[in-house]
């Protein structure tokens, strides 16, 4: 694989991970415990900028409840089918 496409690849996956970040209900951070809680804020901050709206939990070793993260009833149809994207 040539060096234009793995940055071609990579450039594509940051797309997709913004996209994702933009679009989502529901968010969670793992592992904060791993991190100071300056490198946690700088994280929080570019959530934040991609998306005011969405529910951001922060978690440790995964361990959140499903019910945080599925079916929470906050995908709006509407508001989807007027993305840009």
Same mark, same amino acid.
């Given at each position: ?9 990579? @450039? ?7 996209d994702q970040v933009e679009f989502a209900d529901v968010i969670?951070? =793992? ?8 490198? @946690? ?9 991609? =998306?005011? =709206?969405?529910?951001?939990?922060k978690s440790q070793d995964a361990q959140e409840p499903l ?19």
């Amino acid at each position: 694989m040539s060096s234009i496409s793995m940055k071609r690849d990579v @450039l594509r996956t940051s797309y997709l991970l913004t996209d994702q970040v933009e679009f989502a209900d529901v968010i969670i951070v =793992n592992t904060t415990d791993l991190v100071t809680d300056q490198e @946690l804020e700088k994280v929080m901050g570019h959530i934040r900028a991609l =998306n005011q =709206n969405a529910e951001v939990i922060k978690s440790q070793d995964a361990q959140e409840p499903l019910k945080s993260i599925l079916a929470t009833g906050k995908f709006d149809f509407e508001k989807a089918a007027q993305s840009p994207m």
